[in-house]
């Protein structure tokens, strides 16, 4: 049983950066990998990135890599999405999950939501 609640989104302008974090409820929160999602109005839940448990393997939407980097800190049950160079096109509201599954990409498949944290990049 995970419990997860996301904060730092806000308004940015294009260019600026954010980190959103992902504070987590339970002592086995490093056993499951994490994941960012975002969704923007009238879209379907889109992938961000993901972190799998042990913190090695990482994977990224191609409109994200190289501006975007997901981290975990254990000792705080943490997980963090960076974001720099933000876009307007960023603009969504973002998810953090948890789950055991390896096909990260597809939402369907994580087992704990966030309420979700919400970030606009204004041009």
């Known amino acids: 049983q995970v419990q997860l609640v996301e904060s730092g989104g806000g308004l940015v302008q294009a260019g600026g950066s954010l980190r959103l974090s992902c504070a987590a409820s339970g002592r086995t929160f490093s056993t499951y990998h994490k994941g960012w999602f975002r969704q923007a109005p009238g879209k379907e839940r889109e992938f961000v990135a993901a972190i799998n448990w042990s913190g090695i393997t990482t994977a990224y939407e191609d409109s994200v890599k190289g501006r975007f980097t997901v981290s975990r800190d254990n000792a705080k049950n943490t997980v963090y999405l960076s974001m720099n160079s933000l876009k307007p096109e960023d603009t969504a509201v973002y998810y953090c999950?948890?789950?055991?599954?390896?096909?990260?990409?597809?939402?369907?498949?994580?087992?704990?939501w966030g309420q979700g944290t919400q970030v606009s990049v204004s041009s």
């Open positions: 999950a948890a789950g055991r599954s390896p096909a990260w990409r597809t939402a369907a498949v994580w087992t704990y």
